[in-house]
């Protein structure tokens, strides 16, 4: 009888060219990549030095996301000589060694973690890498995604393969189904929160549970996107009807013939009955709350009906100091409820939380109300069809009658790399991925929270339960 597997040793069985030894390394044949003009010009100078060719340059579709403006004019020029270098030998690099090119000034630009679903660019069973650590968002498509870094992209592009080492594993069941105006992004918030920023350090995690099966397809990607911020080098979920139809009119999925075909053999891929997994953590979010972070790590984080913690109620020395080091940063003193804490900017973008849902929700809690005075609260969505698409369905009027930026698509200040940078001392609901010191910009505080909370937040002017307004409208 053969030996039941879960769905991350398929993935990787089925793309194992050969065992490299017998510490788990492997090398690993890989299906697609997706690359960004930031971490991809080394590689490319080593490929140019070395006189190699680009192996498989069907296999990768190149996207500029992280330095360009996201100002409501597009322009093609960088706001800066750094970026405009970065971009400039990107588009050379494409040109010359064949391979796509969504620039600034395509009508499919966007964050390659937006991007690459909406084009069909990725599919169940597929192995993904890329020059990113949020490419495990892909799980939610039954694809096997992870971050690499400069040197990999290199051997990837030359070879279409990687020396990779098998996780571990871990199956995250959620159970139950939150209430109303809880979204993925508390979900994932509460387990990191739960395991710990290295929680989920050397494994694989494989989410499933009623919980997971409720959601969009969009809402999943959240979740993996996410998992990284626990340690996970992987996240997803098997393929079900949901995904298959999510995919069904991509641009670049398969048709006719060959989608039934590939349909098919999609629905083999989930983990086999009394398949074992080296760890198992069950979570139950029907009573969930909305989820804010109050420090500088993704899993310092709490209900908003809670207050900002004691550090001295924890006992461990080590974690105790990190705590206080995460208030000193943040400005905030112990017993403060966090639904008094006020804020200075409001963003709402990211491959995180950017794409049409997600707009979708945060007009919601928009609709009929302003920005609150003294608030700067910009809207980035995650691609220019996400934006093609709120204009058609009007929400993007929502937002600029509500006064809120209504910008081009772009990475922005979910990590501060273009102009869209916070200055010391301001205070940012935000619904990206991260709230580490400076991400945003040096000596800026973020606090982390679903792109409806973070709506709420806007025209409040203050940290709120986004219920409080959208439940009693």
Request: aromatic share 6%; hydrophobic share 40%.
């Amino acid at each position: 009888m053969n030996t039941p597997k879960t769905l991350y040793q398929k993935h990787i069985d089925s793309h194992t060219v050969c065992e490299l030894d017998d510490q788990g390394h492997v090398l690993l044949y890989i299906d697609r990549q997706v690359a960004n003009e930031y971490t991809s010009p080394q590689a490319f100078s080593g490929l140019r030095e070395a006189g190699r060719k680009v192996w498989r340059p069907s296999a990768t579709l190149c996207v500029v996301d992280h330095v360009n403006p996201t100002a409501p004019d597009r322009i093609s020029a960088m706001p800066d000589a750094g970026g405009a270098l970065q971009v400039n030998y990107f588009e050379e690099n494409c040109r010359d060694f064949g391979i796509e090119l969504f620039d600034v000034l395509d009508k499919r630009q966007g964050i390659e973690h937006v991007v690459a679903p909406e084009q069909g660019f990725i599919l169940p069973g597929m192995v993904v890498a890329a020059g990113d650590s949020h490419t495990t968002t892909y799980g939610a498509l039954g694809a096997f995604g992870f971050g690499i870094g400069t040197s990999e992209i290199e051997h990837l592009l030359a070879t279409q393969t990687l020396v990779y080492k098998r996780l571990k594993s871990m199956r995250v069941t959620v159970d139950g189904i939150p209430g109303p105006g809880l979204v993925s992004k508390d979900i994932i918030m509460e387990l990191i929160r739960q395991i710990g920023a290295s929680g989920a350090t050397g494994y694989a995690i494989e989410f499933t549970g009623p919980a997971i099966s409720a959601l969009s397809v969009e809402a999943r990607m959240t979740i993996c996107n996410m998992a990284v911020e626990a340690g996970a080098r992987g996240a997803f979920m098997a393929p079900d009807e949901k995904v298959f139809a999510y995919l069904a009119d991509k641009p670049r999925a398969p048709k006719g013939a060959v989608w039934d075909q590939a349909v098919e053999s999609w629905k083999s891929l989930y983990t086999d009955p009394g398949a074992e997994f080296d760890l198992e953590v069950r979570m139950d979010v029907a009573d969930l709350q909305p989820m804010v972070t109050w420090g500088t790590s993704p899993d310092q984080a709490a209900a908003i009906s809670d207050t900002v913690p004691d550090p001295m109620e924890q006992p461990d020395l080590i974690l105790r100091r990190d705590l206080e080091r995460a208030l000193r940063y943040m400005d905030l003193q112990p017993g403060t409820a966090l639904s008094s804490i006020k804020i200075s900017h409001a963003f709402i973008g990211s491959c995180t939380n950017a794409r049409i849902e997600d707009l979708r929700d945060a007009a919601r809690v928009v609709k009929g109300r302003k920005v609150a005075e003294g608030v700067r609260a910009m809207i980035v969505p995650g691609s220019t069809l996400v934006r093609d698409n709120a204009e058609a369905e009007g929400i993007a009027q929502i937002f600029r009658d509500a006064g809120f930026e209504w910008r081009q698509s772009g990475c922005s200040m979910c990590l501060a790399m273009n102009d869209d940078v916070l200055n010391p001392g301001d205070r940012c609901a935000s619904s990206t991925n991260r709230n580490f010191e400076g991400r945003q910009g040096q000596g800026a505080r973020t606090h982390l929270m679903s792109p409806a909370m973070v709506a709420a937040a806007a025209v409040t002017g203050h940290l709120v339960d986004v219920r409080s307004l959208v439940l009693e409208a």
